[in-house]
């Protein structure tokens, strides 16, 4: 069974800073990797999706790189600002299944 | 425009008594999943469709149903709603299977009372 961790559960840092959010997983047989933002009380906005094949992926301030071998993906957003502020979570497909497998989240605060 | 809707975003419920939650999708995607979410917990897979093909999840209780009348519209029963099923109920599309990206709706928080 698929099992994703996301390190560290919350984070709080100042504007401007660039964040660095971390999240692994066990089975490497997977489709692809989807990182989404939640705001409290509301759904997922999804916000990059890198295919098993990819690298990395870039988007505005929002850069999130794959290493499918060693189960893991990182989420940098760079410069970061007081919007930026949600939970922050990854999820992936696995090839097996077909279902999307989350983690817990990253809370990020940011501070102005 | 909302892509995938549902409906209420807030459902009270007395404990015991039937509830169904509603999701719809205007992607016209063949695959529909639902996802309940507790408190900083990860969101958890109940049920998900390809299509018509329906797959439940080992560990979903029996007292959650669903349903899947045609492509665009998807239901979640709850049959007896106790106090531990209070939380966000997500519905989710994609496309087709691998490689496509998934889209949520705004959710829906049920609480049990």
């Known amino acids: 069974k698929q099992e994703v961790t996301q390190i560290p559960a919350a984070l709080s840092v100042p504007e401007g800073e660039n964040l660095v959010l971390n999240c692994s997983f066990t089975?490497?047989?997977?489709?692809?990797l989807q990182w989404f933002r939640q705001d409290p009380g509301k759904g997922l906005t999804s916000l990059l999706l890198i295919q098993s094949s990819q690298r990395e992926q870039t988007s505005g301030r929002l850069n999130a790189s794959l290493d499918k071998s060693s189960g893991r993906s990182t989420l940098y957003i760079a410069a970061s600002q007081p919007g930026d502020s949600a939970t922050y979570l990854c999820?992936?497909?696995?090839?097996?299944?077909?279902?999307?497998?989350f983690g817990a989240g990253t809370t990020v605060t940011v501070r102005a | 425009d909302a892509m995938v809707i549902q409906n209420p975003r807030y459902q009270v419920t007395q404990f015991g008594k039937p509830v169904t939650l509603s999701c719809s999708q205007t992607?016209?995607?063949?695959?529909m999943y639902w996802y309940q979410q507790k408190s900083s917990q990860a969101p958890k897979l109940l049920f998900h469709y390809y299509d018509k093909d329906f797959n439940n999840e080992a560990d979903t209780p029996d007292n959650f149903q669903s349903r899947r009348p045609n492509t665009s519209f998807c239901f979640l029963d709850i049959r007896s709603p106790g106090l531990g099923d209070a939380a966000m109920y997500l519905c989710?599309?994609?496309?087709?299977?691998?490689?496509?990206?998934?889209?949520f709706g705004q959710g829906t928080r049920l609480t049990v009372v």
């Open positions: 989710a599309t994609r496309r087709g299977i691998g490689s496509t990206e998934a889209f």
């Open positions: 992607l016209n995607h063949n695959v």
């Open positions: 999820a992936v497909e696995g090839r097996d299944d077909y279902k999307l497998s």
């Open positions: 089975d490497s047989a997977i489709y692809n």
